[in-house]
């Protein structure tokens, strides 16, 4: 495990193999190193390491990082900038779900020490009811971490991709429980990312000039993705998209990296 200190005095744990230029993986909700989550995935599938020195990091309040309050994207995207001066000034970004959204911001807010942006699926959602039912989650979220009431916070997390209630009670006994609990208070720094709705930020993406690669799953249960990745990579003026068949939400390395390997390398 190495170290960086963000510009606010948090440490930020991360790994570096491979060699070659590098590429910060910006992990989404609950991941972190010591999880075989699809970033871990990743980060250890070994071509990948050929081709590009590969950070693989602790977000702020996860694993062996630090946390320092108040909480603010504009932190998130220190870490990731201290990440990238470490590296040598410069990275390639791929993010996966919210942690696609925390890589966009970073890439809209680093210039040009981000060369190139990838994303798959990050869940926005221009739907009318979809955006009303964030809402009313973000306000419950802050009313439930506020509480200290961090079981109950995952378990709103997991009824707003659909859980069913007895099946989130059944979810207390898995292995990874009590992993999530303990970091439930950085579910709302996805929520931050995302922003207050959850919408598709087209006009955002719009200002984004370096290259970006938007993906989603040919097999994924979120039908919304597609049109998502679609509206980002048109917004973007470099944009392109790209959907990876029989691909889900959690996405498998040996599908992932070589697209990846294509376009940083293109």
Do not use: C
Not at 140 to 165: D, H, I, K, S, Y
Not at 210 to 221: F, Q
Not at 232 to 251: D, F, I, K, S, Y
Request: glycine share 10%.
């Amino acid at each position: 495990m190495h170290t960086v200190t963000s510009r606010d005095g948090t440490r930020i744990a991360f790994d570096q193999l491979g060699s070659g230029p590098a590429l910060l993986l910006v992990p989404g909700m609950f991941e972190q190193r010591a999880m075989d989550s699809e970033t871990a995935q990743l980060a250890a599938f070994g071509p990948l390491a050929e081709h590009f020195t590969i950070i693989h990091y602790d977000r702020r309040g996860r694993g062996g990082s630090g946390d320092t309050q108040p909480y603010t994207v504009a932190r998130e995207i220190e870490d990731i900038e201290a990440l990238i001066d470490h590296a040598g000034g410069a990275a390639f970004l791929a993010g996966i779900s919210s942690g696609a959204a925390l890589a966009l911001e970073a890439a809209l807010a680093l210039g040009g020490k981000v060369r190139k942006l990838a994303m798959y699926e990050p869940p926005y959602n221009d739907d009318a009811e979809a955006r009303a039912g964030w809402r009313d989650f973000r306000a419950q979220l802050v009313a439930t971490l506020a509480a200290g009431r961090n079981a109950e916070a995952v378990g709103l997390f997991m009824g707003l991709l659909g859980v069913p209630e007895e099946h989130i009670a059944e979810m207390h006994g898995y292995p990874m429980w009590p992993m999530w609990e303990a970091i439930a208070p950085t579910i709302a720094y996805d929520a931050a990312a995302m922003g207050e709705e959850a919408a598709v930020p087209a006009e955002r993406a719009a200002g984004l000039t370096i290259p970006a690669l938007v993906m989603d799953g040919g097999a994924t249960p979120y039908p919304f993705m597609h049109s998502t990745a679609l509206a980002l990579a048109q917004a973007m003026p470099h944009g392109q998209h790209r959907t990876l068949a029989g691909q889900t939400h959690e996405v498998a390395a040996a599908a992932l990296a070589p697209v990846l390997i294509e376009f940083f390398t293109s």
